[in-house]
């Protein structure tokens, strides 16, 4: 059994086909152009394999890439421009940088991976610390809604010519933690195919523990949507994006 991506790094790009990463690159840029971000030094938190750093790149964004797994980052270097970006083996609650950035983005629920409540406290006053002021934190989670009630305690299965993968969830909403069991059988040149087994832990969390955290880093919340549109969230949004500023 492995975490943080080991196994799973070479197969992410391939099971995330349905990720519009053009989407969220185009509507994080509207949110930066509103707080006058047209260019600048942006930190892509928990980057993976570096598609939405490099989606922001092309949009002119001077971008650095941060990542726990070094599996994601080797995937990330390998990229067409991804020569020309900085990728970090770094966890989210425990970053350095060199200086201090304009914007810092944390997409697809990475936010969630920080299961203990100490560890996002840390990880907004590290983003604070490094932000410039007037700076913006963009960041999104899967909702309570989504954890209690789509992912729940489900079974998900996905088959292609090369690979198949069961997903088994286990969500206690008395501790808010969701554990996601990812089973994969790759096809390898030799015609056989290779197990990997993977569990991630993941933590639901409120609204208002979400803004208390960011408050006390000396984080201000601008908005936030339902997704990557310019929706309000309702209760049974899925995804929630969090526009936030360091005044």
């Excluded at 509103?34 to 790149?57: F, Y």
């Excluded at 789509?150 to 969500?171: C, H, K, P, R």
């Excluded at 996601?180 to 208002?208: K, M, N, P, W």
Aim: aromatic share 12%; with cysteine; glycine share 6%.
């Amino acid at each position: 059994m492995t975490n943080s991506y080991q196994g799973f790094a070479p197969l992410y790009d391939a099971l995330t086909f349905d990720v519009d990463y053009e989407n969220i690159a185009s509507f994080i840029q509207s949110l930066l152009k509103k707080h006058g971000l047209e260019s600048g030094l942006v930190l892509d938190l928990a980057c993976g394999t570096g598609t939405l750093t490099l989606a922001l790149a092309s949009k002119g964004y001077e971008m650095l890439g941060a990542d726990l797994s070094e599996d994601m980052l080797s995937v990330a270097r390998q990229k067409p421009g991804a020569e020309n970006i900085l990728f970090l083996n770094q966890p989210m609650d425990d970053f350095e940088l060199y200086g201090t950035v304009d914007a810092i983005v944390c997409v697809l629920d990475s936010i969630n991976y920080l299961t203990e409540p100490e560890k996002l406290h840390k990880t907004f006053h590290l983003c604070a610390n490094y932000l410039n002021p007037g700076g913006v934190l963009i960041f999104d989670v899967n909702s309570e809604y989504k954890f209690s009630s789509v992912l729940g305690s489900q079974t998900y299965a996905y088959e292609t010519d090369e690979i198949f993968y069961n997903w088994e969830n286990e969500y206690d909403p008395k501790s808010r933690l969701c554990n996601l069991y990812l089973t994969f059988f790759c096809l390898e040149d030799s015609g056989l195919y290779r197990r990997v087994d993977e569990v991630h832990i993941q933590r639901a969390y409120s609204d208002e523990e979400l803004k208390n955290a960011l408050k006390n880093a000396g984080l201000t919340v601008v908005a936030t949507y339902d997704g990557y549109t310019s929706d309000c969230p309702h209760k049974q949004s899925q995804r929630i994006v969090y526009e936030v500023k360091k005044l």
